[in-house]
């Protein structure tokens, strides 16, 4: 099992900023991608930025060169830094971990962002 703790959501302008982060426990495969997904009211989820275990990235190209998604391997923690937020970005954001090999999954409780003037 893996547990995921998201935190940083909140209330922001237009054209802020905000920083997600997500710490994972439990039974952590080495090799293995995290990333967020979120999921705005009355549609599906969808992603946002993946990240493995080697830096590699993934982005949307909805949030490309706005949002940055680092991660550090030792702490097991994996950052989403978001500027120039647009109400669209508004939505439930979801942390994600998926073990590489045997591609299970695992959510965090999810946390909101909310982008208003």
Same mark, same amino acid.
């Given at each position: 099992q893996v547990q995921l703790v998201e935190s940083g959501g909140g209330l922001v302008q237009p054209g802020g900023s905000l920083r997600l982060s997500c710490a994972?426990?439990?039974?952590?495969? *080495?090799v293995n991608i995290m990333g967020w997904y979120r999921q705005a009211p009355g549609r599906a989820? #969808? !992603? $946002?930025? @993946? &990240? /493995?275990? *080697?830096? /590699?990235?993934n982005y949307a +190209?909805? $949030?490309?060169g706005r949002f @940055? &998604? *680092?991660r550090d391997n030792a702490e097991n923690t994996v950052l989403l830094q978001m500027h120039? !937020?647009?109400? #669209? +970005? /508004?939505? $439930?954001?979801y942390c994600n971990y998926r073990a590489y090999i045997s591609g299970r999954a695992y959510w965090g409780q999810g946390t909101q962002v909310t982008i208003s003037s």
């Open positions: 994972a426990s439990g039974s952590i495969n *080495s989820r #969808e !992603l $946002v930025a @993946t &990240i /493995t275990t *080697s830096d /590699t990235t +190209d909805s $949030v490309r @940055t &998604i *680092s120039s !937020l647009k109400p #669209e +970005d /508004t939505a $439930v954001y």
